[in-house]
Antibody, heavy 118, light 107 residues
Framework: QLQLQESGPGLVKASETLSLTCSVS??????????WGWVRQPPGKGLEWIGS???????FYNPSLKSRVTISVDTSKNQFSLKLSSVTAADTAVYYC??????????WGQGTLVTVSS | DIQMTQSPSTLSASVGDRVTITCRAS??????LAWYQQKPGKAPKLVIY???SLESGVPSRFSGSESGTEFTLTISSLQPDDFATYYC?????????FGQGTKVEIK
């Protein structure tokens, strides 16, 4: 059974880079049926897709964040990661890692709150 | 980007009520639409995929339908466990986009 677990600092200073890792169990990065990615949710607000990575390394990013986002996979550790640079208070959110199964939808990690401090 | 317009933003209902939530896409999304349920402090949970397919383990009182670019989530008889916020999401085109959410609250 698929399990996703986010990890990383809960507090990041403004202008610095937010870095999160998602550890995966019960799933394979070599599958052609899945995308691995990130979604965020500011406190009290809705969901925003950040980006996803396919098994062949192709990445897809939200244009609103594209200049600041990098998603990568470390297959040896069964992990994928998110880096978001030059953060501001507007980047304060719960960050979810998720797996999209082709034709179906997203299955989510439990989420981790990241607060950007000034 | 494809805009997903969800309504209503809040819905007050009683246990046993039939509840309908609507999501309209700004263009054709070829039925590639999912519905998620989110409870406070928890991750969203997939309820419906490909507009009308019920995710495994989800009660059959949940159903989805579509008419052109308008999609509907129906709960046939609202149960206490169903009070939550519901989001639609299109995955036809990148960037994937979500509706604004509908909070189903107790009347």
């Amino acid at each position: 059974q698929l399990q996703l677990q986010e990890s990383g600092p809960g507090l990041v200073k403004a202008s610095e880079t937010l870095s999160l890792t998602c550890s995966v169990s019960g799933g394979s990065f070599s599958s052609t049926s899945h995308y691995w990615g990130w979604v965020r949710q500011p406190p009290g607000k809705g969901l925003e897709w950040i980006g996803s990575i396919f098994y062949n390394g192709n990445t897809f990013y939200n244009p609103s964040l594209k200049s600041r986002v990098t998603i990568s996979v470390d297959t040896s550790k069964n992990q994928f990661s998110l880096k978001l640079s030059s953060v501001t208070a507007a980047d304060t959110a719960v960050y979810y890692c998720a797996r999209h199964t082709y034709g179906i939808g997203l299955h989510w990690g439990q989420g981790t709150l990241v607060t950007v401090s000034s | 980007d494809i805009q997903m317009t969800q309504s209503p933003s809040t819905l007050s209902a009683s246990v046993g009520d039939r509840v309908t939530i609507t999501c309209r896409a700004s263009q054709n999304i070829n039925s590639w639409l999912a519905w998620y349920q989110q409870k406070p402090g928890k991750a969203p949970k997939l309820v419906i995929y490909k507009a009308s397919s019920l995710e495994s383990g989800v009660p059959s009182r949940f159903s989805g339908s579509e008419s052109g670019t308008e999609f509907t989530l129906t709960i046939s008889s609202l149960q206490p466990d169903d009070f939550a916020t519901y989001y639609c999401q299109q995955y036809n085109n990148f960037p994937w986009t979500f509706g604004q959410g509908t909070k189903v609250e107790i009347k």
